[in-house]
Structures are given as structure tokens and as C-alpha cells.
């Protein structure tokens, strides 16, 4: 009975590093959504000024920041995918490490691979989302760039 103690003392030991890195992947999701939202709610308003307007350079400006907001919502949703992906291959490891020790099955091969495969998919989010935030920095550069011109400081 000692045996099997120290046995499943030493699978939660095991589990205790995964089950931190799905607190941190839960984070990088919150912070995704959040952007998300925001730009969702910002893409919303600009389409019902497009609608609202006529011809002419602000409807012309309005449209294209609505293309760099499709972008920016693509790219968020994509860097959500693979943190979500991460998390269920995270969650996965854990349960085989348990089921692994209770069975005996020698299963540490597809648990490491299952985990090599979570962190390529936790730095894929990571790259989509940098992509994101380059594109998001981008065009407020732009519109800060046009608000300077329009208010006479360039």
C-alpha cells in the first residue's frame, strides 16, 4: 500500500509543472479574448459609420482600418486556436501520466510527444499573436500619423 502511495505521490509531483502551464496558457487566452473583444467592438462601430456615410475620404478611411481590424481579429483567433489546442494537449498529458501509472503501461514516449506538440502550439500563439499586436501598432500609427496631419503638426 506504501508502494502504491509514493507511486501516485510521485505521478501529482509529475503533474504539478503541466497544471502550472495551463494557469499560464488560461492567461495568454484571457488576454487574446480581451484584444478581441475590443477589436470585434471597434469593427462593429466603423461598419455602421461606413453604412452610414457616403462617398469620400472618411468612408475611404473608415473601410481601411476595417481591413486592418479583419486582420488583427484573423490573427487573434488564430493565436486562441493554438492556446486552446495547447491547453487540451496539456490537459491530455496529465491524464496519461495518470493513467499511465495506474495501468503500467510505459507511456512516457506519447506523453512527450503530446507535450513537445503543446509548446510548438503554445509558440505558434505566441507568433500569431506578436503578429497582431505588430498590425495593431501599425495602424494606430497610421491613424495617429493622419489625426497630426488633419490638426495641422505635421
Not at 470585434?40 to 457616403?54: C, F, I, P, Q, T
Not at 496529465?94 to 503554445?122: D, S, T
Amino acid at each position: 500500500m506504501e508502494n502504491h502511495i509514493d507511486g501516485i505521490g510521485r505521478i501529482i509531483q509529475l503533474s504539478v509543472a503541466p497544471v502550472f502551464l495551463l494557469v499560464a496558457i488560461g492567461s495568454f487566452l484571457n488576454v487574446a479574448t480581451q484584444r478581441l473583444a475590443r477589436v470585434v467592438d471597434r469593427s462593429r462601430m466603423l461598419k455602421k459609420e461606413v453604412d452610414a456615410e457616403g462617398e469620400g475620404p472618411a468612408r475611404a478611411a473608415a473601410i481601411a482600418e476595417l481591413n486592418g481590424l479583419s486582420r488583427r481579429i484573423s490573427l487573434a483567433n488564430y493565436a486562441i486556436y493554438l492556446w486552446s489546442a495547447a491547453a487540451l494537449l496539456v490537459a491530455i498529458d496529465v491524464a496519461l501520466l495518470f493513467a499511465g501509472a495506474l495501468v503500467g503501461a510505459p507511456l512516457y514516449g506519447l506523453v512527450a510527444a503530446l507535450f513537445a506538440l503543446a509548446m510548438i502550439a503554445v509558440i505558434g500563439g505566441f507568433g500569431f499573436f506578436m503578429a497582431e499586436i505588430s498590425v495593431a501598432t501599425r495602424t494606430l500609427r497610421i491613424r495617429t500619423d493622419q489625426f497630426l496631419v488633419k490638426a495641422g503638426k505635421d
